[in-house]
T-cell receptor
Framework: SQQGEEDPQALSIQEGENATMNCSYKTSINNLQWYRQNSGRGLVHLILIRSNEREKHSGRLRVTLDTSKKSSSLLITASRAADTASYFCATVPLNTGGFKTIFGAGTRLFVKA | NAGVTQTPKFQVLKTGQSMTLQCAQDMNHEYMSWYRQDPGMGLRLIHYSVGAGITDQGEVPNGYNVSRSTTEDFPLRLLSAAPSQTSVYFC??????????FGEGSRLTVL
């Protein structure tokens, strides 16, 4: 079974709006990461948040982590058509010795120009 | 800077054939891994390696073999391909801090 589950599975918004994606996971983690995948391409790392951090920013990205609820959210502000992609959360469960990065099924984001 | 390079990009096999997907990285990362991506399933970890000579199984290792003779290379072998192995395969290397760097993928179809 997968460690991470993203919600929603798909999201369609207008350019300029904010996009929020959520991720829930099952076991205690070392860190949580978000990746972007453009159609037909490999995944690209966006941001990493450690288990002792609650919020992190990178440009138009804001990530929060709530370890008590085992959940994270990715906020993309002022979205652009170029943000159209699939977004995946990935966790490194503590019980894997830090060696396994486990991915969720992803959120497909479509930003309409 | 090449990063992670995967070959071939596309491959069609018949059931029972064998093949090797190649992966090379030039970032001197100790950790490398293989994932498969199927529609609606996200990425699932097949095998990983924490350094030359050391490999271990991921979530879905059956039907796949790996070896790690050098830091740079981490090939994935399919010994007897099955239609269930039709997928997109991604190789990744990793920083000590955890960030993964992915190749562009190898699209495999097994008939």
């Amino acid at each position: 079974s997968q460690q991470g589950e993203e919600d929603p599975q798909a999201l369609s918004i207008q350019e300029g709006e904010n996009a929020t994606m959520n991720c829930s996971y099952k076991t205690s983690i070392n860190n949580l990461q978000w990746y972007r995948q453009n159609s037909g391409r490999g995944l690209v790392h966006l941001i990493l948040i450690r288990s002792n951090e609650r919020e992190k920013h990178s440009g138009r990205l804001r990530v929060t982590l709530d370890t008590s609820k085992k959940s994270s959210s990715l906020l993309i502000t002022a979205s652009r058509a170029a943000d159209t992609a699939s977004y995946f959360c990935a966790t490194v469960p503590l019980n894997t010795g830090g060696f396994k990065t486990i991915f969720g099924a992803g959120t497909r984001l479509f930003v309409k120009a | 800077n090449a990063g992670v390079t995967q070959t071939p990009k596309f491959q069609v096999l018949k059931t029972g054939q064998s093949m090797t997907l190649q992966c090379a990285q030039d970032m001197n990362h100790e950790y490398m891994s293989w994932y498969r991506q199927d529609p609606g399933m996200g990425l699932r970890l097949i095998h990983y390696s924490v350094g030359a000579g050391i490999t271990d199984q991921g979530e879905v290792p059956n039907g796949y073999n790996v070896s790690r003779s050098t830091t740079e290379d981490f090939p994935l072998r399919l010994l007897s391909a099955a239609p269930s192995q039709t997928s997109v395969y991604f190789c990744a290397s990793r920083l000590l801090t955890g960030e993964l760097f992915f190749g562009e993928g190898s699209r495999l179809t097994v008939l």
